[in-house]
């Protein structure tokens, strides 16, 4: 939207222009690294709570706008994913692991 010289531009569309101008100027590189360094001033900010919070407010989120058959496709996707960069050995350490926790917890109970 063309504004003449008594017009001011609305927030809304100084920030898509700043964006757009940006976006011409940078890579992905530079995405990566400013989301890096936000994700680390955030870390530094916040604790434990703060992402048990904001993780159980998205999955709340997450599990009321989608079905049983979204969690069938992401873990069958998780499942091959894992399954391509493990071999067998990683298979029975798990297996193990899993085993020896279900019977400390079998001790205790």
Do not use: L, P
């Amino acid at each position: 939207m063309a504004k003449n010289n008594n017009e001011r531009m609305s927030v809304e569309e100084a920030g898509r222009k700043g964006g757009e101008a940006t976006s011409k100027n940078h890579d992905k590189d530079f995405y990566q690294e400013i989301g890096q360094k936000g994700g680390e001033a955030t870390a530094e900010s916040h604790g434990k709570d703060f992402y048990q919070e904001i993780g159980r407010k998205g999955g709340e989120a997450t599990a009321e706008n989608h079905d049983k058959e979204f969690y069938q496709e992401i873990g069958e996707k998780g499942g091959e994913a894992t399954a391509e960069n493990h071999d067998k050995d990683f298979y029975r350490e798990i297996g193990r692991k899993g085993g020896e926790a279900r019977s400390k917890q079998r001790d205790n109970d």
